[in-house]
């Protein structure tokens, strides 16, 4: 579950405002399962779709412009499918179009919710990982020396501010006391990185002194990664950053049913704007038009977004009718579940 909600009348007067982005392969095909689901549900929306991704930029050369970018600014929520297209460079749509909604949207809180089995238990265990969204190295701090020649330098910094340390800190601990648990972890690499690591362990430590119901422990990354696979159960909500936690999500994917199932939450707990939410499978451009996309990651991405919007009922209702195992085209998975509702 997504924390926060809004103003308890809001969704009950009129319908929440979605902006909707396909993108490219196979995104189109399990965003509009995803919105049949959540009507299904009976949530009251009205969408708007945007041509962004890889097909808009080869086609025209438009990634995300500034007026589209402002057009965003004024839903209630995003839905992202997928990006990515065979021809477009790296890198051109996940800085041109990903990054900047993360950055201009300030989505600095990514949420991704896990279920996980340990290997000799029948049992799964929920948990819950927060990545700082919006710094790291994926800030684009850095730069290419005599490129082409056999002298070149490429640098990549890591840019880690006590503000954007904090609210994601801040964010984990407020989520972690509000789950029956109550325990946080903080993954780093302290030992190594000595800068970064410190300020994180340092705002940490701090910040947990207002939070004494909450239990807390440390990882290094390395030792995450096993025991995302090996002990899940340790975990109840995990705090990292960005680059960390890019990868170790993937790894918590993997050990969840398979990335096709894995839904995410990029947050502005804000409100400063809307927050998007999307399934992060890919486009898997090698599938588009068969029907085998499983929409099930864009379904749940729907419900982690109904979630923030206040309709955490409706959210609860889709997740209960998408944990039925289910088989079948895109569409038939689609028409299974919105039965169930």
């Not at 412009?65 to 929520?77: N, V």
């Not at 919710?113 to 790291?136: D, L, M, Q, W, Y």
């Not at 509000?178 to 300020?199: E, W």
């Not at 701090?206 to 030792?223: K, S, W």
Request: with cysteine.
């Amino acid at each position: 579950m997504v924390g926060g909600a809004v103003c308890g009348y809001r969704h009950a007067l009129m319908a929440h405002r979605i902006a909707v982005i396909g993108g490219d392969g196979i995104g189109p095909e399990v965003t509009v399962e995803a919105v049949k689901v959540v009507r299904a549900a009976g949530v009251d929306i009205d969408t708007e779709d945007f041509d962004l991704g890889g097909g808009r930029y080869l086609h025209d050369g438009e990634i995300l412009s500034d007026s589209t970018l402002d057009e965003l600014r004024h839903f209630d929520a995003i839905l992202l499918g997928a990006v990515g297209t065979p021809g477009v460079p790296p890198g051109v749509i996940e800085r041109g179009l990903l990054l900047k909604m993360r950055f201009s949207l300030d989505l600095y809180i990514n949420q991704r919710p896990f279920s996980g089995t340990a290997p000799g238990k029948s049992e799964s265990h929920e948990f819950i990982v927060i990545r700082e969204n919006t710094e790291g190295s994926y800030a684009g701090e850095g730069g290419v020396l005599r490129k082409g020649t056999p002298f070149e330098v490429a640098t990549q910094g890591s840019v880690n501010t006590r503000m954007g340390v904090e609210r994601a800190i801040r964010y984990a601990f407020e989520l972690a006391a509000s789950r029956p648990r109550k325990h946080l972890t903080l993954v780093h690499k302290t030992n190594v990185l000595t800068f970064a690591g410190d300020l994180w362990e340092r705002t940490f430590n701090e910040v947990r002194t207002e939070y004494p119901q909450i239990a807390t422990a440390y990882n290094h990354v390395d030792a995450a990664c096993i025991y995302f696979v090996q002990d899940p159960q340790r975990y109840d909500v995990v705090v990292t950053d960005n680059l960390f936690g890019d990868i170790l999500t993937d790894l918590g994917g993997a050990v969840s049913g398979g990335i096709g199932l894995a839904s995410s939450a990029n947050l502005n707990p804000a409100r400063t704007g809307p927050s998007m939410f999307e399934p992060v499978h890919g486009s898997a451009p090698d599938i588009v038009g068969t029907g085998k996309a499983n929409p099930t990651a864009a379904i749940l991405s729907a419900a982690l977004m109904l979630d923030f919007l206040g309709e955490s009922a409706a959210a609860d209702r889709i997740r209960s009718a998408a944990s039925v195992p289910t088989s079948g085209t895109t569409t038939e998975i689609a028409d299974q579940i919105a039965a169930r509702l």
